[in-house]
């Protein structure tokens, strides 16, 4: 199977920082890669596929790339309610899905 | 609008069996392949299953395979999990999940609130 891991498990930045998560895959995944943003209490919600593509009625301060085995998942300028944990995952190895550990993202 | 609404989880013993369900709304339900996904505390997302959207193909996670079954009924707009030989590791929050194309899997685009299952004695 392939493993997917994410870095750093958690992080605080202030409002308006950048913030960057990465998500390395165990073995070549070309860009069949997702993020996924999941507030307290709530179920996850796509907001970047196959690696860099934003998804329909997401921010544009949200980013993705690479592509390989090493992708990054940007926030541009943070905002008070990105707080949340980020998950990336992966589907090249179907029908097998697997997700990185997440990324909880604090406001310092 | 697009909803999916699990229904189903409850405290149940080792050893003990459950059947979940999944009631979708909003979108061509047999156009779409369907997975379930759960998550722990500990463990994170986990994928558990998926299912084509005729039915015809099932596949598993190793952790569940020839214990949990899933299925779905397109005239019900329905999806399913049968869930037997339940061990505490199951313990966790059960995700009705949609693939964001029509008939191809990976990227899942709409999620059900979730579904508790607790296993304890």
């Known amino acids: 199977d392939i493993q997917m891991t994410q870095s750093p498990s958690s992080l605080s930045a202030s409002v308006g920082d950048r913030v960057t998560i990465t998500c390395q895959a165990s073995q070549d995944i070309s860009n069949f890669l997702n993020w996924y943003q999941q507030k307290p209490g709530k179920a996850p919600k796509l907001l970047i596929y196959d690696a860099s593509n934003l998804e329909t009625g997401v921010p544009s301060r949200f980013s993705g790339s690479g592509s390989g085995t090493d992708f990054t998942f940007t926030i541009s300028s943070l905002q008070p309610e990105d707080i949340a944990t980020y998950y990336c995952q992966q589907y090249d190895n179907l029908p097998r899905l697997t997700f990185g550990g997440g990324t909880k993202v604090e406001i310092k | 609008e697009v909803q999916l609404v699990e229904s189903g989880g409850v405290v149940v013993q080792p050893g003990g069996s459950l059947r979940l369900s999944c009631a979708a709304s909003?979108?061509?339900?047999?156009?779409?392949?369907m997975h379930w996904v759960r998550q722990t505390p500990g463990k994170g997302l986990e994928w558990v299953s998926v299912i084509s959207w005729d039915g015809g193909s099932t596949y598993y996670a190793d952790s569940v395979k020839g214990r949990f079954t899933i299925s779905r009924d397109n005239s019900k707009n329905s999806l399913y999990l049968q869930m037997n030989s339940l061990r505490t590791e199951d313990t966790a929050l059960y995700y009705c999940?949609?693939?964001?194309?029509?008939?191809?899997?990976?990227?899942?685009?709409?999620w059900g609130q979730g579904t508790l299952v607790t296993v304890s004695s």
């Open positions: 999940v949609k693939d964001r194309y029509p008939r191809v899997q990976g990227v899942l685009d709409y």
């Open positions: 909003g979108f061509t339900f047999d156009d779409y392949i």
